[in-house]
């Protein structure tokens, strides 16, 4: 059996380098035009993939599936928020979220420690000597953050009884929130080839895949265990936007970069440790 937590972790590996193609098409299309094609063309996928099965028919259910849907919708300001940041950076802010989760629901001091070592190393990574960030571009990310915390809740909470069938239709509900806006704002260069040929990357890449192996890990691993594993976002955002955008970073962030590996890793081990106890699986 797949241990869980890697799950998690190839979720941020596609999540991180979906964000970096998506960034890559800002000179054709502008941000919430990105932001839709990754909705619209993942909401579409999924519904062909899944062909959701179990539809929401309580309201507890139904309530769920749209604060599923906000929360995605608002965890993809994420991209207006790298028109004015590098990819690592924005990541890290987005980080924010599932720290928030992991704070909340840990009361055990290794865990505790974690998140200490993982706050250490984002305040390296902040390191005010290598330039200014800009206040929009913080104020989004943070927003992105508050939704990335609602949308690990409201998953851990609807996955037991929808599953993959409820992300299709959260995705349904958040590309009904962001695609308007990006039809508004670019119009038919949104559906040109070449633009509509990388927003397939970046949906299959920064929705499809993630969305789908942390569902699953989350039938799995509580929420504040995913929160913990989320810590690599930065790692990996920063390496995407090296390799893929030419983003640099100073030697101060690599070491925050480096902490957070170390973390990431701690909490990785101790997930798996875990995982096996809790749910009565001998392997």
């Known amino acids: ?5 890697l799950f998690v972790v190839t979720a941020a590996l596609c999540t991180q380098s979906g964000q970096a193609v998506g960034k890559f098409l800002f000179g054709r299309i502008d941000p919430s035009g990105v932001l839709a094609l990754r909705l619209g063309i993942a909401a579409a996928v999924l519904l062909v993939i899944f062909r959701p099965v179990r539809l929401p028919r309580t309201r507890r259910d139904r309530t769920l599936v749209a604060g599923l849907g906000v929360a995605v919708a608002g965890m993809n300001l994420i991209y207006p928020a790298l028109w004015y940041l590098p990819l690592g950076i924005a990541g890290t802010i987005q980080l924010l979220g599932p720290l928030s989760v992991a704070l909340a629901g840990s ?4 865990d505790l420690l974690v998140v200490g070592a993982v706050a250490a ?3 390296l990574m902040r390191d005010p000597g290598a330039g200014a960030l800009a206040w929009q571009g913080l104020v989004l990310a943070g927003l992105s953050a508050v939704a990335m915390a609602a949308y690990l809740l409201i998953s851990r909470a609807l996955a037991p009884a929808l599953g ?3 992300l299709a239709c959260g995705l349904v509900v958040a590309a009904g929130l962001g695609v308007p806006v990006g039809l ?4 038919l260069d949104l ?3 070449s633009v509509l040929l990388i927003g397939v990357v970046v949906a299959l890449l920064s929705a499809v895949i993630p969305y789908s192996l942390e569902m ?3 039938t799995r691993l509580p929420a504040s265990t995913v929160a913990v594993l989320l810590c690599l976002e930065p790692v990996v955002a920063a390496g995407a936007g090296l390799i893929v955008l030419d983003e640099t970073l100073s030697v101060q962030r690599w070491a925050g970069i480096g902490g ?7 909490a990785t081990v101790r997930g798996a440790r875990q995982a096996p106890a809790r749910h009565g699986d001998p392997s």
């Open 191 to 193: 559906i040109r080839p």
């Open 164 to 166: 993959h069938s409820g």
């Open 184 to 187: 508004s704002s670019n119009g």
């Open 216 to 218: 699953t890990a989350l």
């Open 107 to 110: 009361r055990r001091l290794p």
């Open 260 to 266: 957070i590996c170390a973390a990431a890793a701690a």
């Open 1 to 5: 059996m797949v241990p869980a937590p």
């Open 121 to 123: 190393s984002l305040w």
